[in-house]
C-alpha cells in the first residue's frame, strides 16, 4: 500500500512480523540470515533520509536501482535540519560564473591544514573532488536553490566555497532533497527504526529489521544498504565512552543519532576510526537553545568570560570554540559584536530566530551593555578598548588573532549570552573514496556495504579542532551520491 507523508510517497508493507514491544530505538545487532527469504525485498536500501540518503537515494535511483528509505522520523528531519545548510565545494559552477578561482587540490590542502594533517589525506582529496560533482549534481539536476556565500569567509577557508540555500538554512536544504525524492517516485518507509541488520558469514548484509511505534517487526531484504544514520552523538554512554571531553556539555544534534551504523559495523567486522574526533558550536545562546550566526564572529565579534575578559582566539573554529566556552566559570560566555556584523549575520535563519527568541540584546551604550550582562564594567572597558586598538593596528593580539580590518567594536552592541555544544561526532566507520566499509585489520571493502555523513569517520582528525566548516554537509552528500552509485552498480 502506497501512501504520502508531506509530498514524499511512503509505502506500508502489509505482510509482517508481529514481536512484543521491547521498548528499544538503538541498533540491537546483527543477524545471521543464512537462507532467510523475506517477504519484500528491494535492491537497494538506505537507512535514513536526511542529506546523506536523499543523496544516496537519488543517486542509485538514477542508475536504474530500487531503492527503499528507511526513516525513523516522521516526517524525516534529522541532523540536516539542525545545520546552517551549506555545502562546501571547490570549482563548482556556481563559483566559477561568480568569478572565484578555486580547486579541489586547494581545498583539500586547507582541509589538512585545518586538521594538523592528522586525517586520511585520499579522502580528503576524493571527498573535495566529488564535492565539486556533488553540488553541480544537485542545482542542476535536482534544482537545489544553493548560491555561492560572498561576504565573508568561515573559519578554515581560504575561498569564497560554501553553498547556501536562500535562508542559509538546513530545514530548507533538506525540503528540497525530499521533493526530489518525491518527484523521482523513489519509496521510503518513515516512523520506522532499522533495529538490526541481516548479514550472511562473509559479511554480506541480506536485509534490515525495522521496529514500528506499535512494537511490530518488518523484514526487508536487500542487495545493498546504505548507512546514512549519522553518528552517536544522541547516545550518552557512546559519547562519555568516547568522547569525554564534551559528555556533560548540551547536545544541539538530533536524538535519533545513537550510534547505529558503528554498532552494527562493529559486529560485522568493520573498521572505525578517529572516534573522539566530533563538531562542536561555541555559540548556542543559553537558555534559549538557538545558535548565532557566526559572522557576528568572523565580522570581528569577541567572547568574553564573567570577568569580562576574552579567553580565546575565537575565529580559529566554531567548533573548537565549543570547548573553550565550556571550560569557563559557568560554562558560558557573553558574545559581544557590532551593528555590521549582526547584519551580516541576519542572512542565516539561526540568527533570526535568535533575535525572535529574545536571545540578541542591544545595547546603545556600555553602560546598558554592563547592565544587560553584569559584567564588571572595568574589566569590559578595558576588554573593548583593547580590541579596538587591535582592530586598528595598534596592538598584536595576545591570542594570535588576526581580525583583518573588521569594524571596530563600537555601539550599537550586540550580545548574546552562549554555551558550547556538541552537535553531531565526526567518528565513524572507515570507509574508501568510494564509501564502502572497510573491514578491521585487512582495510578490504566488506561485500555489499556503504556509509557517509556522520555514519562515516570524517575530515576533521582526532579531535574538535580539525573541524572544517561545511564539512558535515559535504561528507553527508558527496559520501551518500557516491554511496548510492556504488550499491546500484553492485546489484546492476
Request: with cysteine; glycine share 14%.
Amino acid at each position: 500500500m502506497t501512501g504520502w507523508v508531506g509530498n514524499v510517497r511512503v509505502i506500508v508493507i502489509l505482510e509482517f512480523d508481529v514481536r512484543p514491544a521491547d521498548g528499544k530505538d538503538t541498533a540491537m545487532g546483527i543477524i545471521r540470515s543464512g537462507d532467510r527469504l523475506f517477504d519484500i525485498s528491494v535492491p537497494v536500501a538506505v537507512i535514513g533520509a536526511g542529506a546523506c540518503g536523499c543523496s544516496a537515494a537519488l543517486a542509485a535511483n538514477e542508475r536504474g536501482a530500487g531503492v527503499l528509505m528507511i526513516e525513523r522520523d516522521d516526517p524525516p528531519a534529522g541532523s540536516t535540519s539542525l545545520s546552517g545548510g551549506q555545502i562546501p565545494a571547490s570549482g563548482t559552477r556556481l563559483q566559477k560564473a561568480a568569478g572565484i578561482d578555486d580547486t579541489p587540490e586547494d581545498f583539500a590542502e586547507e582541509i589538512l591544514e585545518k586538521a594538523r594533517h592528522q586525517t586520511d589525506a585520499e579522502m580528503a582529496l576524493a571527498v573535495s573532488r566529488g564535492s565539486t560533482v556533488t553540488v553541480d549534481w544537485l542545482v542542476d539536476t535536482y534544482g537545489a536553490p544553493l548560491e555561492v556565500l560572498t561576504d565573508f569567509f568561515y573559519p578554515g577557508h581560504k575561498k569564497h566555497r560554501m553553498h547556501g540555500t536562500p535562508n542559509r538554512d538546513g530545514a530548507e536544504l533538506l525540503a528540497c532533497l525530499l521533493e526530489a525524492v518525491s518527484r523521482e517516485g523513489i519509496d521510503m518507509l518513515t516512523a520506522a527504526v532499522a533495529t538490526d541488520l541481516y548479514a550472511d558469514e562473509d559479511g554480506k548484509v541480506t536485509g534490515v529489521r525495522i521496529r514500528r511505534p506499535d512494537g511490530s517487526r518488518e523484514d526487508v531484504g536487500c542487495g545493498a544498504l546504505v548507512l546514512a544514520c549519522n553518528g552517536f552523538g544522541g547516545n550518552p554512554e557512546m559519547v562519555r565512552e568516547y568522547i569525554p571531553e564534551i559528555a556533560d556539555a548540551l547536545y544541539f544534534g538530533h536524538a535519533g543519532n545513537k550510534g547505529d551504523a558503528v554498532k552494527w559495523g562493529l559486529e560485522l567486522g568493520a573498521d572505525i576510526a578517529d572516534m573522539g574526533s566530533y563538531q562542536g558550536h561555541g555559540a548556542v545562546a543559553t537558555p534559549h537553545n538557538t545558535h548565532i550566526g557566526w559572522p557576528s564572529i568572523t565580522e570581528g565579534g569577541i567572547m568574553v568570560n564573567t570577568d569580562g575578559k576574552r579567553f580565546s582566539h575565537e575565529n580559529r573554529g566554531y567548533s573548537e570554540q565549543a570547548i573553550e566556552v565550556i571550560r569557563q566559570p559557568g560554562n558560558f560566555a557573553w558574545t559581544i559584536f557590532n551593528e555590521t556584523a549582526h547584519n551580516v549575520a541576519m542572512q542565516f535563519n539561526h540568527q533570526r530566530e535568535s533575535v525572535e527568541a529574545g536571545a540578541v540584546r542591544v545595547a546603545e551604550t556600555l553602560d546598558q551593555l554592563v547592565e544587560i550582562t553584569e559584567l564588571p564594567e572595568d574589566a569590559l572597558a578595558e576588554t573593548i578598548a583593547e580590541v579596538n586598538d587591535i582592530l586598528a593596528g595598534r596592538k598584536t593580539d595576545p591570542f594570535g588573532r588576526d581580525f583583518g580590518g573588521k569594524a571596530p567594536l563600537e555601539p550599537p552592541y550586540y550580545t548574546v549570552k552562549v554555551t558550547g555544544a556538541l552537535f553531531h561526532t565526526q567518528g565513524g566507520l572507515a570507509i574508501d573514496p568510494e564509501a564502502r566499509v572497510l573491514r578491521r585489520g585487512t582495510r578490504q571493502p566488506l561485500p555489499n556495504l556503504f556509509a557517509g555523513g556522520g555514519a562515516a569517520r570524517g575530515l576533521t582528525g582526532p579531535s574538535c579542532w580539525g573541524y572544517t566548516s561545511g564539512a558535515g554537509l559535504m561528507t553527508a552528500t558527496t559520501l551518500g551520491r557516491l554511496g548510492g552509485e556504488g550499491a546500484a552498480a553492485i546489484v546492476s
